[in-house]
């Protein structure tokens, strides 16, 4: 579908001809039509395929007609306003987009931004770690797009300075990230001061379970997209994991990055306290590294951000997951997770942060003893083994200086540090069982990020892989049949290689985690609706 076929305002038209859309994405195509006719929609798509225009574009094109006065309007434009416009729109009306981390919401201003030239719109990122005084300033001067971090929405609308019953509709990106992070009492907070006839949008690559089932409970009734189907993680994007020892890592890093040499890369890394150490030891190995996490202050990552985003030679980001989710950067060609994530939906969004629009990228992931249990998580979650690559010993530098020792002095704190994109008071709060990147090592200390039962519980699951890589018989690229660039020749070969890898069957017997373990599937989710609008109500109290 071209989107001069939408019949969209020109000036919309005409900023989405400047950005070079011509076809709409999949779930443009689909998630466009019922949001521009004001429904509500839950979206779920892969990584890279243009979300944000999803709900950006159709909420513009309401708001514009919005602002039209009906009695003005005849024929077609008229017909236009009734079925489209967000009706009796105010000057004071916004929509309220939340998102789980600051970078993201930067990003999605620029986008919105982007999509409102010469239409007078305006839009406004929120978030923590930055004064109070601009953002207050931005909600005086009028705006029509709130893009936001909850915490520091909701302290502006502690004092004042947010009227919450003038939010016209509501976007949550990268929601099931939200929930993660221990967002969930914040946007039940928002959500129960927001006018209940608003259109509610929500969009993720991994939507889950609670997140829709929150949406129900506020009275949302989505049209549920699953572009995804079962394939949850961006088909264009090549990943491979390396079986290597702990301490082989950085080695493996060093030379991963010397043979691809990639544009952009992103080195994922579980744990803030290694975030610095390892960007150190690549540029101590001549590979410049830049570092972001939530230990850096808010003006330190916004410039960090912009100077990776600038530069597109062997230009490299070691990030905690504050970088996973959303954010757009077309020359990353390389993701390399230093550690696997210990929650699948990770994986899929940190591999995602490279192939993005149809672009190709690649992805490795060093995977020691102590990434079995994430390892088997991931493949139970994406439903097949992951491709086991390996370089060869030529491949592998021998000389080269060594991966830092820990140097709590190292690494300037910021005062903002505890909670990523929420507020900055806050004491940390989520249950989850799942590593959140602000959280820091399990153990609280900056030694070694693992408390030693769970070590000790990973190494029995890698009791057959001896933390070596696989043997150099076979070439790197080739394993599961399943992965797109897999030679179907060495197929059995290495299926069976990886059976052996899995001794146990991966499961649970725990319900509620099997759910999340599972690539989500939408429809599953709606058939479990009455069941848990129950249980929502009761921990909601409404
Ligand atoms: P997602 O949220 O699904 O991960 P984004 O919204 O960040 O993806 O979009 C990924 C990239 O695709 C962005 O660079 C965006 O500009 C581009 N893009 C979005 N829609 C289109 C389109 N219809 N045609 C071409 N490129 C697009
Ligand atoms: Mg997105």
Not at 41 to 49: F, K, R
Not at 280 to 303: D, G, H, V, Y
Request: aromatic share 8%; hydrophobic share 35%.
């Amino acid at each position: 579908m071209k989107f001069a076929e939408l019949n969209l305002e020109s000036r919309l038209l005409k900023n989405i001809e400047n950005l070079g859309y011509k076809e709409a994405t999949p779930i443009q195509e689909q998630a466009i039509p019922h949001i521009i006719n004001g429904k509500d929609v839950a979206g779920l798509a892969q990584t890279g395929t243009g979300k944000t225009a999803a709900f950006v574009i159709p909420l513009i094109e309401r708001i514009l007609l919005g602002q039209k006065n009906p009695t003005e309007l005849q024929g077609e434009e008229k017909e236009r306003y009734e079925q489209r416009a967000f009706k009796d729109w105010k000057g004071n009306h916004f929509v309220m987009i939340l998102v789980p981390t600051r970078e993201l919401a930067e990003q999605v201003q620029e986008n919105i931004q982007k999509l409102t030239v010469d239409t007078g719109l305006k839009a406004f990122a929120i978030y923590g770690g930055t004064g109070y005084d601009r953002q207050k300033e931005a909600f005086r001067n009028g705006l029509q797009f709130v893009v936001a971090t909850p915490g520091r929405l909701i302290d502006l609308y502690k004092e004042n300075v947010i009227d919450l019953k003038q939010v016209r509709g509501v976007v949550f990106d990268e929601a099931d990230r939200m929930f993660d992070m221990g967002f969930k009492d914040d946007m039940s907070y928002l959500l129960q001061r927001i006018p209940r006839e608003r259109q509610f949008l929500v969009f993720s690559a991994t939507l889950n379970f609670d997140v829709l089932n929150t949406a129900y409970q506020f009275g949302a009734d989505p049209v549920e997209f699953n572009i995804s189907r079962d394939q949850t993680k961006a088909e264009n994007v090549r990943d491979e994991i390396f079986h290597v020892g702990d301490n082989e890592k950085p080695l493996h890093l060093l030379s991963v990055l010397k043979k691809y040499k990639p544009q952009q890369a992103i080195i994922f890394t579980n744990f803030k306290v290694n975030v610095e150490r390892i960007a150190q030891f690549l540029t101590e190995n001549e590979l410049p590294a830049m570092a972001i996490s939530s230990l850096i202050t808010q003006a330190q990552r916004t410039k960090v951000m912009q100077q990776f985003k600038a530069e597109n030679h062997l230009n490299i980001l070691v990030a905690t997951d504050v970088a996973a989710r959303g954010l757009d950067i077309k020359g990353v060609d390389l993701v390399i997770n230093y550690e696997l994530p210990m929650d699948c939906e990770s994986y899929v969004h940190r591999i995602g942060r490279t192939g993005r629009a149809g672009s190709e990228g690649r992805a490795f992931s060093l995977v020691s003893d102590r990434d079995i249990d994430s390892l088997s998580r991931i493949e139970d979650y994406l439903k097949h083994k992951l491709t086991i690559g390996f370089l060869e010993n030529q491949d592998l530098l021998t000389d080269f200086k060594p991966f830092p020792r820990y140097n709590s002095g190292s690494v300037k704190r910021s005062p903002h540090a505890q909670s990523e994109g929420g507020r900055d008071r806050r004491p940390e709060r989520s249950k989850n069982f799942r590593q959140r990147e602000d959280r820091g090592p399990r153990s609280g200390g900056p030694k070694e990020p693992r408390s030693s039962d769970q070590d000790q519980h990973r190494n029995k699951r890698h009791a057959n892989t001896n933390g070596k890589h696989p043997p150099t018989s076979r070439p790197a690229g080739e394993g599961s049949s399943k992965a797109p660039h897999a030679k179907a020749a060495h197929g059995a070969k290495s299926h069976a290689h990886k059976e052996q890898r899995h001794p146990k069957s991966a499961g649970s017997s725990h319900p509620r985690r099997d759910f999340k373990r599972q690539a989500p599937t939408l429809k599953k989710q709606t058939s479990m609706k009455q069941k848990v609008v129950g249980f929502f109500k009761s921990i909601i109290g409404k």
